[in-house]
């Protein structure tokens, strides 16, 4: 039989030509809808800008006015020691700055902000706390030493806001930190951050909220830095897409990605909260004088006693609605309601040797003993099972962190009673800068060394899932990493070249199964870096180029090589303007990527599908006018042109091409 045509069918081609217009006309309210969104945002960023601008031709003596830049400092954990650091007021780059970028520049992680990730980079994997459930939240966790400490001349506030795409799909980040100086010796510091992301799939929303206060007092004979912190991480859990088919091939991709089917569809949620109480206080018992000039007089410590206490809590939950067949094992109930806790209170005590306390030994000397109580809680058959730990350690430091061609820091730290006895972990970093004639010159030297016992909870974890419970007993883990690097730096040229290797023993991993498995023999991992940014006139190219070899790939797979570049021109505009211009790509070669288990919320091996080989670019413009800055970006702009192989990891795609813009903000007054 003939196949008929809408032309033989008056009737069929007049409904069919209404049924066009009216989807055209649909398309057009979408398109307003969203216009109408991002010129709402837009106005709000630009009239914000607009009063910052009137209020600096308001003020123009201010100008004349040269502000003292604020100090900023970090303090370790153990022994409260500051270390320099600096706040982010940079000029460029502020919009290709996101958490998961300043992380690294490879991640696989769900595809939304605030997700769980992992680093495709080794040596950029961080474990900020002894709970492994708040690893894959590193790129956004808090950690006591990562707390910037400000001494500012007055009052200090900064307000960052980010938004990302529209509609039920917007993403938005608020971030606002405040800090002022009652006096020289008094500081208080606070700090409200929110991030909540609706996703671009099904079932894929995200929300962060993290809230502190800190401070300090630095007296003439006494010291006290105290900080709360509280951070919670949520997010739905939609297991990826159900076939890669849905995004690679265009005849399947539907017109909203909302509409690719998922794993899970049973309101699955993670949950990980976080409370620590971090609090150092210091006595000097023997002070130096320092003459600064003919009128004004120092006193600078030279000898010490510390304690430090650290209280710190986790929380890890998943819940689910109905069991799935997604985890190939059974569930023991209907509903799942996993649970995981963890309670930790840290003393150290110690005495301490400042950095010039002699002429002649031009270093700082610590020492310090220690007491850890551990508790951890989990539900198993619907009960509550405790389990606590004591355990005893001693440590320490020495270290010369100014000066003006050689610093070093070197830590150790052995447990000595308690379940955790033979831990060691010992660190060493050497760095030295000098000019040669108008360039400078840099050199620096890293090692490490751990001998430890695996994390309670690799070894004891009871799920509804059967098939993820676990009773290990592993034996202890030994790490040895060595690196170098040497940095060049002129007028045209930033040059830096690094190299590292990793020896592992006892690793433990998660393997094929989510569940954590120890290899016994040694692996090695090898990587080399280099960091080149060239500019000539207003044209900049900054390139980041990393190589990676493991010895063992089907435990630990990386990329072999992970790239980030970024070309753009940089000029003023009204002399007061600084605006910058460019496209900038991440990209990574094609290995076989981790996948994600969303009960333990884990990375784990696979062997099955590979990941990359795929250029992410955005297009942006950044502007920086007196304290503010503000940018547009284009996120993912190639999606529209290229094969869709843009996933982060097996099942969990990018997101296609949208709309970004942000507003820092800097008060000094």
């Known amino acids: 039989m003939p196949k008929k045509n809408l032309k033989d069918n008056p009737f069929a081609a007049h409904v069919f030509l209404h049924f066009q217009n009216l989807l055209l006309f649909f398309r057009v309210l979408v398109f307003l809808s969203n216009f109408a969104q991002i010129m709402r945002k837009l106005i709000y960023i630009l009239a914000a800008l607009a009063f910052t601008a009137s209020s600096a031709y308001a003020k123009p003596s201010l100008k004349k006015k040269k502000r003292e830049p604020f100090k900023v400092w970090n303090l370790t954990e153990n022994t409260g020691s500051k270390l320099e650091a600096s706040f982010d007021t940079t000029t460029t780059a502020f919009a290709n700055y996101t958490p998961m970028n300043a992380y690294s520049i490879a991640n696989s992680y769900n595809g939304t902000w605030g997700s ?134 265009s005849s399947m991709h539907p017109d909203n990605p909302v509409q690719i089917p998922v794993n899970l569809n049973n309101e699955a949620q993670s949950r990980l909260k976080s409370h620590y109480v971090f609090f150092n206080q210091k006595v000097h018992l023997a002070l130096r004088k320092v003459q600064l000039d003919s009128v004004r007089v120092e006193y600078k410590p030279i000898f010490s006693a510390f304690h430090t206490f650290n209280f710190q809590q986790f929380d890890k939950r998943y819940r689910e609605d109905s069991a799935s067949v997604f985890y190939n094992t059974p569930a023991v109930n209907p509903v799942t309601k996993d649970s995981a806790r963890q309670y930790s209170v840290r003393n150290h005590v110690g005495v301490s040797l400042d950095e010039g306390f002699s002429k002649y030994v031009p270093f700082s000397l610590i020492a310090y003993a220690g007491h850890e109580w551990m508790q951890y809680k989990y539900l198993e058959d619907s009960a509550t099972v405790k389990d606590h730990e004591n355990n005893i350690f001693v440590g320490a430091e020495l270290s010369k962190r100014t000066g003006k061609n050689l610093f070093f820091d070197i830590n150790g730290e052995v447990f000595v009673v308690g379940p955790s006895a033979g831990t060691v972990n010992v660190d060493g970093k050497v760095k030295t800068v000098f000019p040669l004639k108008k360039d400078t010159i840099g050199f620096s030297a890293d090692v490490a060394f751990s001998n430890k016992k695996p994390s309670y909870w690799d070894d004891k974890y009871a799920s509804n899932y059967t098939g993820l419970c676990r009773d290990n007993h592993f034996d202890m883990m030994q790490k040895l990493h060595v690196g170098a690097k040497a940095s060049w730096q002129n007028k045209y040229v930033e040059l830096g070249v690094s190299a590292g290797f990793d020896n592992l023993s006892n690793y433990v991993y998660y393997g094929n199964d989510a569940n954590p498995t120890q290899y016994a023999p040694s692996i090695q991992i090898i990587s080399g870096r280099a960091d080149v940014n060239l500019n000539a006139w207003i044209f900049h190219l900054d390139n980041s180029l990393v190589y990676q070899q493991s010895s063992n790939t089907s435990i630990i797979d990386l990329p072999t090589f992970s790239a980030y570049s970024n070309l753009y021109v940089f000029f003023p505009l009204f002399r007061v303007l600084k605006t910058q211009i460019g496209v900038d790509c991440y990209y990574n070669t094609a290995y076989y990527a981790p996948k994600y288990m969303p009960v333990t919320g884990v990375f784990y091996t696979q062997q099955d599908t590979k990941v990359g080989n795929y250029p992410l670019l955005s297009a942006y413009i950044n502007f920086h006018l007196y304290t503010a800055r503000f940018f547009f970006k284009y996120y993912h702009f190639n999606e529209s042109f290229m094969n869709h192989q843009y996933f982060s990891m097996p099942n969990y795609p990018l997101y296609e091409g949208r709309f970004q813009m942000g507003l820092a903000w800097n008060f000094f007054d």
């Open 116 to 249: 769980p990730l992992q680093s495709k980079i080794w040596l950029d994997r961080t474990e900020d706390t002894d709970f492994p459930f708040t690893t894959p939240y590193d790129a956004y966790f808090i950690s006591p030493s990562e707390l910037p400490y400000f001494d500012t001349k007055t009052p200090f506030a900064s307000l960052n806001y980010q938004t990302f795409g529209f509609n039920q799909t917007t993403e938005d980040n608020f971030n606002a930190l405040f800090s002022v100086n009652a006096n020289k010796k008094f500081n208080i510091s606070a700090l409200v951050d929110y991030m909540r992301a609706m996703g671009m799939y099904t079932n894929q929303a995200t929300k962060q909220i993290k809230a502190g206060l800190w401070g300090y007092y630095h007296g003439k004979r006494y010291e006290a830095n105290a900080a709360y912190m509280y951070q919670q991480f949520f997010n739905e859990e939609n297991g990826g897409v159900t076939s890669t088919d849905y995004v690679t091939n």
